[in-house]
């Protein structure tokens, strides 16, 4: 199971960009699937959290800039992300908890993507 995350560049203040995270692999099913950030010099926090129902939840400092959303068919999460700001610059991690169904039974583990660099910066 691998999660490819995609979509960072650099972006001026007040742009936007979308982040994609999808996954491929032998897997049942993904619950609940997160986006994080990490600044430099500073420890990974978590951006926004979408439920395999599609409940959202998202850090305060980008609530109402932010959209997290998701295509179960396409086992894909995406980070819509408005009105830049050059202390949203990270690098921005992709994870999901994703199901497997073996001979031996269920198993849900935390898989994480690479992460890819956002920079704001005019």
């Known amino acids: 199971v691998q999660l490819q995350a995609s979509g960072g560049g650099l972006v001026q203040p007040g742009g936007s960009l979308r982040l994609s995270c999808a996954a491929s692999g032998n897997f049942f099913s993904i619950n609940t699937m997160n986006w994080y950030r990490q600044a430099p010099g500073k420890q990974r926090e978590v951006v926004a959290t979408i439920t395999s129902g599609g409940s959202t939840n998202y850090t305060d400092s980008v609530k109402g800039r932010f959209t997290i959303s998701r295509d179960n068919a396409k086992n894909t999460v995406y980070l819509q992300m408005n009105s830049l700001k050059p202390e949203d610059t990270a690098v921005y991690y992709c994870?999901?908890?994703?199901?497997?169904?073996?001979?031996?039974?269920?198993?849900?583990?935390?898989?994480w993507g690479q992460g890819t660099l956002v920079t704001v910066s005019s």
């Open positions: 994870n999901g908890d994703i199901v497997r169904i073996t001979v031996y039974g269920r198993f849900q583990r935390t898989y």
